[in-house]
C-alpha cells in the first residue's frame, strides 16, 4: 500500500479510502466486517462513513456497523483514520440538520456514540450551510477540536469559493480550518478542475473523490451486461447515463482492454495520476471488489494513454482552471 499525507497536515493515510455507503443497504454486518478485516490487510487505513449512511433517518446504521467492528478490538480502532460527516436530517425537527453550533455538537456527540470511539480523526462538513456564519461553525469546531473530540476538519461539496470563504474565516481565528475536501471526480465528472482543485491546492486541502466509478459506468459495464454480471447501470440514472454516454464508455472500455487493464483500475488511476487528489473512495459490496479495487496501485498510465482518456473525456473548455478553461 502507498500513503501519502492528507493535504498539508501530517496525518498518512492509504491512497485508497474504503467508503462504507453500502454496509446496511447493500452488504450484511458480517460481510461488511470481513471487508473492513481485509482493507486492513491491504494496508488501507482511511475509512469514511457519514451519520446519514444507511438510510434509516436517525439511525446511522452504518455508522453502528463501524462502532460494532472497532470494538471487537484487536488494535481496530487505533490503526484507522476515521472520517464522518456532519450536515444530513437526522429527526423531524429543525435543528436537527444543517451546520448550526447546535446541531454540529450533538451530531458529532451521536455519531461518537454509534462509532464507539472517544476521537472522530476527520469530521466533514457534508455540505456547505448558505444560511450559517462561519464563526458559528468554526467556533464549534473549534470547541470539538479543544474537547479531542474531532482532530481535524474538512469539507465535502463545496465550491472553490466556499473553501476560500472557509480558509478567510478560519485564519482570522488562528484556526488549522478545512484539511479536504470530498468532492464528486471522474472520469465522466470533472467539473472540480475549474475551481475546487485549484482552490484546495492554494489552501493545501487533500482531494478525496467520491464516486470514482461513476455509479459503476466505468467499471466495464457494458462487457458486464453482455455476461450477466452487471449489478449497476441497469436501471434509473445509471441506465440513463450509460445511454448518453454508451458511445464514449465501449471506446473506453476498448482502450482498457487493449491495455489489458480492468476498466475501474484505469479509472482509478487517472484519479491517483490527477494533481491534488489524495485518495479515491472505494465502496466496495462485496470481497472481491474490494481485492480487485487495489490492482489500481499497480496501473501506470504513459501520456499517450492520459492524452487517449482526454479525447474520451474531454475536460471542461479548454481543460484546467478557470479562467483559462474557458476564458482563452
Known sequence: MEY???GRTGLSVSRLCLGTMNFGPQTNEPDSFAIMDRALEHGINFFDTANVYGWKQGEGITEQIVGRWFAQGDGRRDKVVLATKVYGKMSDWPNDQGL????????????????????????????????????E??????????????????????????????????GKRNFLGLVSEQSIYNLLTRHVELEVIPAAQHYGLGIIPWSPLHGGLLSGIIRKMADGSAARGTSGRSADALAEHRNTIEAYEKLCADLGQDPADVALAWLLSRPGVTAPIVGPRTMDQLDRNLGALDVQLDEATLTRLDELFPPIGNGGPGPEAWAW
Open 4 to 6: 501519502t499525507n492528507l
Open 100 to 135: 448550526s453550533a447546535r446541531h454540529i455538537i450533538r451530531a458529532c456527540e451521536d455519531s461518537l456514540r454509534r462509532l464507539q470511539t472517544d476521537t472522530i480523526d476527520l469530521y466533514q462538513m457534508h455540505h456547505v450551510s448558505r444560511t450559517t456564519p462561519w464563526e
Open 137 to 170: 461553525i468554526w467556533q464549534a469546531m473549534e470547541t470539538l477540536v479543544a474537547q479531542g473530540k474531532v482532530l481535524y476538519v474538512g469539507s465535502s461539496n463545496f465550491a472553490g469559493w466556499h473553501i476560500a470563504q472557509a480558509q478567510a474565516a478560519a
